[in-house]
């Protein structure tokens, strides 16, 4: 009887179950994103302006309030509206912004490794949902947070937040690991972290029109309960892998099973996770450094383009929305264009994996970097500078391709631990980037924020070519010892002596009576 049930409910999907796990993950790490940036443009509207510490500093010599985008006479009176619906403003100094909004990091680079781990032993499917759910439960008593504790109490909820997203990556990373066969790996990376920018979008657009017909606090609340609807739905939905997913179809788990390596041998994620190994291995440290230098360009953009609109180009708070909005947009599409062509490009053998994930990430990496200084150079001419920040998002839509799957290739049954050390550790770069820009922009003008342009085109450029020069595409050694062996000179005790294949006949027997029953 319970088997006719599972049959039944796997008759009702028309579109595979790695297919819905991917569009749930979507919506995992979309939720995850506009949680984590709806303060990026609610703080623009959170601090008073012209105090004793305002952030009203704007250049004179950037750009006049006088065109549909910015504040003018026009919409003094909707914003007039705003303010007298928002009677709690905060009176913050650029630099203590910078804190707040690089505070989630200080949490978010603390559960990465943990969460990998976790992930790896348990499966993803608790490990990222439960972490989501935190986070939103965090998202919608921001309000009344900020209203008692001030800055402060901000500041913890924004680590907390971290915390519960910091496993986010590595989770689905693991889940990916076991639903995506090698050939889609390019499509499930474009399709599931396409995710941030939709989180994105929504979380500018969205932000933006609340905040103009509303209050600032209405931006959490809505953020924070379409993360509860979502993690009701993961719960039924997804599960960590196709042999415990209860109505996923035979065909196509007996098709994952033969074109997944993670699943091929089960007992690999139950070994010991060979630290050492980790830790002096080239490519990865490689690959964290690419990391390092993406998020700090990602970072600028996202959390502090609303900043550099509402300042510099004087946009009013729809536009910032709206206009915030656009670069993630176009992000989003080229990231399956990219996706979509490196994976005819690998299966036709114009280049190999490796080469194409030193491509895109080239291009996701430099691209951005020049056309944010070209932004920068557009002066007044708010059309062109925000062409130029779109075509810079359009570009970075080529890391999904790229770095971003990467641990994939060199580490298919470590990638939760490799996954977390990469977003980890880079995400040092949402620490230090929003601070650093905080200094750089004390009066917030045209040229101060120049400068830090050219900052993160540097870093963009320096972590890249390292890179280019030290990173793999194929499964290294480390990550199946048993196939590959010890380098020469490794210093090692002998491998254990249990037969690998009888082991994990065993286990494949088991899963498949529990499956039954």
Known sequence: ???????????????PQRYVMAIMALLAVANAYTMRVCLNLAITQMVRRGGSHG?????PNACPESTMFTNTSSSSSSQEMFRQDEPVLFDWSEATQGL??????????LTHIPGGMLAERFGGKWVLGLGLLSTAICTIITPVTVKLGGATALFILRVIEGLGEGPTMPGLMAMLSRWAPKAERARFGAIVFGGAQIGNIAGSYFSGLIMHNGSWEDVFYMFGGLGLIWFVLWTF???STPNTHPYISDEEKRFLNENVDSLRGTKKHLDPIPWKAL??????????????????????????LPKYMTDVLKFNIKSTGI????PYIAMWI??????LLCDFCVKRGYHSIKNARKIYTTIAATGPGICIILASYSGCDTTLAVFWFIFAMTLMGAYYSGMKINPLDISPNYCGTTTAMVNGIAAISGIISPYLIGLLTPDSTLKQWRIAFWVCLGVLVVTNVIYVIFAKGEQLWWDDVKKYGYPTQWQHGPLPSRSPDSEDQQVEEKEEKKEKN
């Open 323 to 326: 206009l915030s909005a656009l």
């Open 100 to 109: 707040i909004l690089g505070s989630f990091y200080y949490g978010y680079v």
């Open 237 to 239: 939905l997804c599960y």
């Open 334 to 339: 080229a990231s399956f264009f990219f996706g």
């Open 279 to 304: 830790l002096r291995s080239v490519p990865l440290w490689a690959l964290i450094i690419a990391g390092i230098g993406h998020d700090w360009g990602y970072f600028t953009m996202v959390t502090d």
């Open 55 to 59: 952030s009203g500093n704007f250049d």
């Open 1 to 15: 009887m319970l088997t006719g049930w599972r049959l039944a409910l796997s008759k009702l999907f028309i579109i």
